[in-house]
């Protein structure tokens, strides 16, 4: 039986998804639950389960197409894991009025079609395999009319071969759009030759092959001087003056969302330097213990850790802006969000209830954060519901910048680097370690004193670690 598989909606309320790559192909034989692509939405890479076990029979879509939620994926054929129905005598003749009486009372009592799991995007209007618009195309008789050519013999106009003019556009893959033009083949003449209407590479290097034993041969005979031809360089070839890239996922909503934040909430960022050696030795000491080699702390985990601390003294900067309902929601957890740097853009998942864990926890749960991140691995979920951001701009070399607040959030703490200079030390100078920590936050839900006050509280933990056990 043959069972269609839509792209569904992964949760996230997105309208469409990027297929990144097939993990089958057609003819694979696939279990239940066996991952079969991988798609890129707005917000991560998301592995697909197949919900059938069977036969890939059709896969509607090629890595690189933007495939709608709710459009065939994907299609099975589960004969092979269905029982082979019995084969039902045969009947006898039934006049025209019973049979469509019969077949009224069968649709009639034909059970409603199944629901779809939630997840498996929208259920299809029909059972039946949706059906492609048939292409329209204009032929030439390839002899005259023969009342013309009655009439006048002299007029008619003989056409050797049979013309068709397409008028709809081809349907084909980017990768098979660019082997036909680096052969200078005409979609529109070709003929996909599989079921689902696709022109495939097959169906481009046939045509290819077949046109050049026809046509270019006698061309290339007729002509005995050699022809200079000059083309133009494709994008990304040599000669190139600009590049396009398509403005989609992760970039494209980590670009609204940043607008979106810097033209709601009014943006106050403060700034505070800070001598942290107390914490680089003390990072150094943790590092050294061979019981905690393997949870590898370091100044980001501090950092989130006298966050935590701070956020329970200043509660409006862990509260949020809810325009619709007119009111200021304050939270008492803390969702930390971890800005992380990755091909695909700038992503900030965030750790669940971070005020319950201790230093080594964030430390792992940071660390596993960025990893999964970079690998574009993220689920979607772990993107949501975050309540205060931290932002290490210092891994790149910067001392200090003006983070965007991620929107929903009352604020984010940019961590600069951690430099060795001089400082002023118990009434002398000596080389000490200096960060620059930046503060931004919504000024609709916090006055600059708050902010303030939350950025001391901050520095004093990284300037002496100690104080940490002064908090709760």
């Known amino acids: 039986m043959a069972q269609d598989f839509r792209l569904p909606d992964l949760g996230e309320g997105l309208p469409e998804a990027e297929l990144v790559q097939w993990l089958v192909a057609v003819g694979d034989t696939v279990a239940l639950n066996q991952t079969i692509a991988e798609v890129e939405t707005a917000k991560a890479v998301v592995e697909l389960p197949s919900p059938h076990a069977g036969t890939v029979t059709a896969l509607h879509a090629a890595p690189g197409d933007v495939v709608a939620v709710g459009s065939v994926l994907i299609s099975f054929d589960t004969a092979a894991t269905a029982p082979t129905p019995t084969p039902a005598p045969a009947a006898a003749a039934v006049p025209p009025s019973a049979e469509a009486a019969s077949a009224s009372v069968s649709a009639a009592a034909a059970p409603a079609s199944e629901p779809n799991l939630v997840g498996y995007g929208a259920a299809p209007r029909s059972a039946a395999r949706p059906q492609r618009r048939a292409r329209v195309a204009g032929t030439v008789a390839a002899a005259s009319d023969t009342a013309v050519l009655e009439a006048a013999p002299h007029d008619a106009i003989q056409f050797a071969d049979v013309v068709e003019r397409a008028v709809e556009r081809p349907r084909s893959t980017p990768p098979v759009r660019k082997l036909a033009k680096q052969l200078g083949v005409d979609l529109a003449l070709v003929e996909a030759t599989g079921a689902s209407g696709v022109i495939t590479r097959a169906d481009v290097e046939a045509y290819a092959e077949r046109v050049g034993a026809v046509t270019v041969a006698p061309v290339a005979a007729a002509s005995a001087e050699p022809v200079e031809t000059f083309e133009l360089p494709r994008s990304g070839e040599a000669g190139e003056r600009t590049t396009r890239t398509p403005i989609r996922g992760v970039r494209r909503v980590t670009a609204e969302a940043m607008v979106r934040s810097a033209f709601t909430a009014p943006h106050v960022t403060t ?180 902010g303030s006050r939350f950025l001391v509280d901050v520095a004093d933990i990284l300037r002496e670690p100690g104080r940490a056990m002064l908090l709760r």
């Open 271 to 450: 700034f505070l330097t800070v001598d942290v050696t107390a914490t680089s030795e003390l990072i150094a000491s943790l590092r050294a213990d061979r019981a905690l080699q393997e949870h590898r702390i370091g100044i980001m985990a501090v950092a989130a850790k006298a966050v935590c601390l701070a956020l329970a003294r200043h509660p409006g900067l862990n509260s949020k802006w809810d325009d619709a309902a007119g009111e200021i929601v304050e939270h008492h957890y803390v969702n930390l969000g971890i800005a992380a740097a990755t091909g695909r853009g700038l992503v900030v998942p965030n750790i669940r209830d971070a005020q319950e864990l201790t230093l080594v926890e964030l430390a792992d749960a940071i660390r596993g954060l960025a990893e999964t991140a970079r690998s574009g691995r993220t689920a979607p979920a772990d993107m949501m519901g975050g309540t205060f951001s931290i932002t290490n701009v210092g891994v790149f070399g910067v001392d200090a910048g003006t983070p965007i607040i991620n929107p929903g959030e009352a604020g984010i703490l940019a961590l600069g680097a951690v430099r060795r200079q001089p400082w002023e030390h118990r009434g002398e100078i000596a080389l000490r370690d200096v960060m620059t920590l930046a503060l931004s936050f919504d000024h609709r839900l916090v006055d600059g004193e708050q």
